[in-house]
């Protein structure tokens, strides 16, 4: 009687441990070279932080609105003309001016910040992102700041158009 045959699965387990005996420093390179492209793919991309800072919406003129002229009755525009008060250049001029930031970032500045609204809640959150998590913090909490002085504020007399005759004729209306 002849000696039994090894299975097929016996024997192609074999030859791939022979295989591998053989190759184990192909699979080591591999490794090694998945681990550095992992780092330098890692280190391509810088870290963002997202500083967030929230107000109140609804207004709290009390007087206007015991005397009937409480401002606009309809809670998607007082949304979102308090959403846009955070891209009114004066806004984000006095932002950069309390950050103590040249004029050249007021664009970056701007563009790095975003509001986030809902009809249904009086909260507005103004985020920031920056690469610095104290920086992201600190201009979202200086556009809040900001903002709420913003609207403090009275005013009047330099309206629209004047900003868009002063945009006519090449002028800087203080952007």
Known sequence: MSPPLPSRRASSSRGFAAALRRLWWYVVLLAIGIAIFGYFAAGLRSAEFEGTAQIVVKSQNLFGELNGGGGSQDPNRVVITQADLVRVPSVVNAVTDTLGLPKTERERVRQNTAVDSR?????????SRWADPRIATDRANAFATEVVAYRAKPHTGAGPSTHLRAHETGLDPGW
């Open 119 to 127: 009809v249904d809640s009086d909260i507005l959150s103004i985020r």
